[in-house]
């Protein structure tokens, strides 16, 4: 029983101080390698995927227990301030980034594959520092919201180093950091992603004039 008690400390421990760490670094090497390799279109689009499925999906699966998956994805109430925090992140979005330049620009086949890109990035990131985060720290809000918060913002580093927003990487991460806010709070009070992951898509989808300039 104490040999499982620290292991279970161990994994805590691992997860909030290491884990974060060692997938911004590894990141920003594959992402790099990537478009070295490729081009920087490609080479973006692959490192993305290795980012979900290698660092979200995989790491996900191994350590959350069917039982806490099952529960992450329940449909939940929220009450009027929890819709609130949902709301912020979409209407920050869509009000600084040109969605209605890109819609009118865009080709079919380019909006499909922007819908694809969004449903599927908020889906693994919701999965990974909501969802791991709240697994493993359900009664302490520094560790499942505020410190997933943080790393989940640094991590944004990694893509804008290949593809840096007109806005600036500091305001960028600084309303990434605060979306992760929001997110994190409603998880940690209806212990659900369910709603983060459509506030999350819709926030990829308003980033459509910058989707079309990488696709």
Not at 59 to 69: A, D, F, G, T
Request: overall charge positive; some cysteine.
């Amino acid at each position: 029983m104490d040999i499982f008690r620290q292991y279970k400390f161990l994994h805590k421990l691992f997860l909030v101080y290491f884990f974060p760490p060692i997938l911004i670094i590894l990141n920003y090497f594959v992402f790099n390698f990537l478009t070295s390799l490729f081009d920087v279109k490609e080479g973006y689009l692959a490192g993305r995927f290795s980012y979900w499925i290698f660092f979200c999906i995989i790491p996900v699966k191994l350590w959350i227990s069917k039982k806490n998956l099952a529960l992450l994805f329940k449909v939940k109430k929220m009450n009027w301030w929890q819709m609130i925090l949902i709301i912020l992140p979409v209407v920050f979005a869509f009000k600084n980034n040109t969605f209605k330049t890109g819609i009118e620009e865009a080709a079919p086949m380019t909006i499909v594959l922007m819908l694809l890109f969004a449903v599927v990035n908020a889906f693994c990131e919701e999965y990974l520092w909501r969802g791991l985060y709240f697994n493993y720290h359900q009664t302490n809000i520094f560790f499942s919201v505020i410190v997933p918060s943080v790393w989940f913002a640094v991590w944004h580093y990694v893509p804008l180093s290949i593809y840096p927003p007109g806005m600036g990487n500091f305001y960028f991460i600084l309303s990434v950091f605060g979306m992760g806010l929001c997110w994190g709070i409603v998880t940690f009070y209806t212990r659900s992603v369910f709603w983060n992951i459509i506030s999350h898509t819709l926030v990829d989808i308003a980033g459509i004039g910058w989707y079309i300039s990488i696709i």
